[in-house]
């Protein structure tokens, strides 16, 4: 599949057209339907907790939210696809994928109410916090390939960057190290056309992102990111490629980011009503939801009867982390050392004292 | 005069420098189309053109990287970096070249950029977003590190920055991008940068502060009066070069002398303030110099922020104490 879509040759990967219908049959991923099934659900969980978390933010109840509208297809694939040893090195935009390692969306709503705690995945094995210093993270993943290598580990590093992360250093020495390297790293680049206001065009005036690959001397393939399907035949290609030894491998996921940059963000200041509209028939649960259904695997009445069911469960968790106690004095200052220094621990002892005469203060101001 | 808030007074400072220097360019990530995301650079490419205002890649190396080249070759670039916690990336530019270009080439090259960077907490943002890390940008020889209190300080302070043959880091406090008014004068007027502004006078203890935390003092000073405390308030305005002359001259009149901050405490401006307390006006000190910083702890996020961040009461409190002392 590398050879046939070599990113030089201007093609991007397809199985699955706009109507859901199989175009590449030859590429069509082997897959249970019970599997593709779970991985459609997961990303209708995904969705739906998305676009929640953007009303939640409307009433106030969480800070800024960066919206993974009408990506859920590349987070949803890696999530298919990830084991428990495999690592995720995540930016800030891929919540299917989070959530199918384990990260629960109680976690994911406490972090964005503004909680360091919602970085602490309980449950969840090898996955980094939200990397908020675009690109930052991947170097991290090349380093993570590294120990992954040298202790001769079975496990394979999903990194996510978007397109305008392509235009960072540490981007471009994060591949370079790991095509030196040679260490089992995915590098998904989820082009959604935008880094806020900014279209790719003005990111780089190379062709493609995918062919930054060659440069690098590392297996590249630009994808189309709104097809699960064809998302999944490329992540599983690429973990064998990674487990054999041949990695990395570098993967453009083509998409639209379909909601506003953040919930701080307004759209319409550069980009049209019209463009848009015009990828609103790529959606890629629609599509995948066509074909599940003329496969007879799904129907819009199980869908209507799964939804209030998903919305109840992740009320459930938003009003968990809403209710997950103060934010004490001390959590300010903890987990910064190993072992807090004495003059950490001083500042804390007069903040305390401070905190004291000032309720007595208020209670004063209170009495007068 | 005009009604302005400091975004405004920012957007008219750039407005007056582009129009009336053509080697004015500026750019950086999302300044162009969307005008920044705090709107500081509004409607200037519609009026001077992508060429000279325009959006970079994303990459902050990058932008400070080319503007020191633009810089040394006939340019006055004017960046954004988009947030303080992702200059970073830009670090190894800025302490490595564009502060010691003048000196590396014994005057032949200098470098006349303006990077300017909204910083500061109290917004209720993300991780990276609220930090005061002046002082680490103050510890850079060759760099010049300001920050406006008022629209009508950034106006002046912008201009008297884009005019400078030396870089400047301009600070902006975004907390207060819009929440201050006021009349601020039309067309082009300066502001030295390396002064600081006295801008209460009092005589029982002098107050410095600078960026967002002039408020806060302010309305902690409102409360020190009902108790008969007469505060001296200054407003620094420059981190580097920084004006020994007026702080000096008021801790001999006060006695007492309190630095706020946002920024971690060790190392930090404060620290600086009260060394020249010391050095200058050591005969006259009534108590230890004094600071109400940020704790030396990662700003934590909006949940735990109000911990950190410095309000009227936490000075009050520095107030009382050293008074009392
Ligand atoms: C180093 C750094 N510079 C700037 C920013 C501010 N910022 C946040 S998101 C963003 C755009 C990112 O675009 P892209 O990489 O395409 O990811 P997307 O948001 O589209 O998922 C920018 C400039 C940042 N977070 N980090
Ligand atoms: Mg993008």
Redesign the interface.
Known sequence: MFKDYNPSDKKTFQVMNEEGKIVNKQHMPEITPERLLKAYKDMLFARTADLMTVSYQRQGRI??YPPNYGQEAIAGAAGAIMRDQDWMVPAFREMGAMLAKGVTLKELFL?F????EGSNFKNAKNVLP?S???A?QYVHATGIGYSIKYKKENSVVYAFVGD??T????FHEAVNFAGVWRVPVIFIIQNNQY????PVK???ASESLAIKSIAYGVKGIRVDGNDFLAMYKALRESADICSKGEGPVLIEAVTYRKGAHTT??DPT??RTKEEEESWDIKDPLKRLKSYLIKEKLWSEKMEEELLPQYKQEIDRQFVEAENFGE?K?E???MH?YAETPD??KE??SQ?NR?LQ??ET?IKNEAKK | MKIMNMVNALNDALDIKLADDKSVVVYGEDVGVEGGVFRVTEGLQQKYGVERVFDSPLAESGIVGSAVGMAVSGLRPVVEMQFCGFIYPAFNQIISHASRMRNRSRGKYETPIVIRMPYGGGINALEHHSESMESIFGHIPGLKVVVPSTPHDAKGMMISAIESNDTILFMEPKRIYRAIKQEVQEGKYTIPLGKANVLSPGSDVTVVAYGAMVREVQRAMVMAKEQGISVELIDLRSIYPIDKETIAKSVKKTGRVITVTEGPRTYGVASEISQIAVEEAFLHLEAPPARVTGFDTIVPLPKGEYHYMQDPYKILYEIERIVKY
Do not use: C
């Open positions: 800070y800024t972090y109410m503004g909680n360091e939200i908020v210093p675009i930052s305008g992360g235009s960072e250093g540490d880094g806020i206001s900014t003005v990111q780089t701080s963000d200041k550069y934010y004095a959590d300010v200052f910064h003059d950490l500042q804390l903040y401070f005469w000032r203060r």
